[in-house]
């Protein structure tokens, strides 16, 4: 085992965390805050990757491909919050056999669009290929999901600690009714985390497609069950946790793939049956 | 006039049943006794659905995986150890007492939790088996799958078609016996309030373990039956699919009814046979499951009660005028 392997399995790891990071936490902030379990979270990641794929083919820019993939999940999470979760708030089970529901339409749509086949996915030139320390090769694109996905938890801590939306957003999550009583217009909040997490979902979709190099309709609920995993072992309305969890589960799935290939689900699983028997609201996770 | 409606709506299954069962002496072409016998087939492992989420309440997204359990229980022993009658009973024995252990441990995990937790750690524990299933290649022969002899005596499609309708009307029976037996009663409770059955001293967790164990077993033995009409098991009966065909004939059909369950699976198996030919005329056609989506998106936003349940609600409306968006028997 030499220090190449070593490294090279860490920065695999830490970049499928920051991608799964991307879903989860926004899995897990739109639960906390408005109990709702979004099983479609995953199509929205796969359309983030189709619309990014779409506009990097047509147009030849990476930097429009995630700004419209991200604009376009914000979009589709807008249309999908306003006219099929606002009218099921509060009811668990109606909300979890309709997102379900969304789920299959939305990966339907992306056939119907783009043929049921595989699409293949380039690296944009500038993130293509590596550098070499000291032996070391580490490969850009992934580091620059790295980095990307640093910042992005970054800009949610800041936006959640330092701002006045994140102060109501993080007081919804413990209480609901106390903030609607003092005056916020709680399901404006609801709609703008609803399309914040969509973004983030369609940003990790649109970073993966480059990074994997295929990408196909089933690969939103590969990584939504992913996502699920991470939220149940971060705890549901935490961020951090997902973010902890993440970077647990992408480790863990990389060294697997490395060592042992066919148990890395079943590490992750087992991970999360853990998590269950001894903490059952997760990591992280209030109480409820 | 009541009186006349009300008994040919009795004697509607009866009619229904004798049709079917003429039907091979009038048309035997392989293919739509197949198609019947895989639709008897679906609505029984949809009735095994309804009694989790229309029962109980209980939504799981691995219901798949135990038709999974119970189809490679089958094709692996067939084809390993040999395709006698007996090998056949051993073998759903197999899946079954399979499919009681694993729905009995992720029971035992998560139906203490709230009902996300069951949903997401299903879905999550069928992806697994997918996976099993994709790479113990040396028994599965992977994504692939493999084709396996099954005894003599069900290798004729009318002798399968059959028995494939016998077992619906047995699994019909006892199920309807089970829901409205008092520990069916006891599942109703929980579904309408849980916290009220648990505080007149009901075991809420052990009867929604028992109730997913039963589901889990029948969905078992629908597997097994399924990979008889194919002779030929692969990944695909693990996948999201197979549990989302589950949940699509149950909601359409009509859940909390188990009859509703018949009436969606004949509803999407049929549609399923229709719009695939019809491929050629548009290709949107080859994603008709694109309209089953948004129609169970309907159902359960709208109409909660599904065909079966909008018929029952409209035929009592007639007698007592209850408004029709009155929504009893349903979990949400």
Redesign the interface.
Known sequence: MNLDVIVNLLVNGLATGMLIFLLASGLSLI?GLMDV?N?SHGGLFAWGAYMGVWVYVSTGSFLLAVVGAVLGGVAIGFILERW?IR??YG????Q???T???M??LS??L??FWG?NPLNAAVPPYLDGSWQLGGIILIKYRLFIIIVGILLLVGIQLLLTRTKLGLVVRAGVLNKEMVQALGYNIKRIFSIVFMLGAGMAALGGVLLAPYSGVIFS?MG??FA?LA??VV?IGGMGSVQGSAVASVLVGLSGAFMAYYVP?LS??VN?LL??LV??IK?SGLYGLK? | MRMISRYTIGLLPIVIIMLLAAYPFMNDSRSTLILLSKIFIFAVFAMSYDLLLGYTGIVSFGHAMFFGIGAYAIGIVMYKIGDSMGMLLLALLIGVVLAAIVSYIVGILTLRLQSHFYAMLTLAFAGLFTVLAEKWRSITKGNDGFPFPIPDFFRDRTTFYYFALVFMILFFLLLRRFTKSPLGRVLQAIRENEQRTASLGYQVVHYKVIVSVVAGVVAALCGGMYGMTLRFVNTSVFSMNTTLDALLMTIIGGIGTLYGGVIGAALIELAHELLTSLAKVHPIFERWIIFFGLLYILVVMVFPLGIAGTFKLWLKRKKTSIPLGKRDDVPW
């Open positions: 639960f379990l099983f099929i009218p099921i009811n668990h089970l109606q979890i056999l309709v379900l529901g969304v299959l339409v339907e749509l056939k119907v049921p089933e609920m590969q069950i699920f995993i149940v066919d689900l079943a699983m999360m049956v269950l028997l059952p409820r």
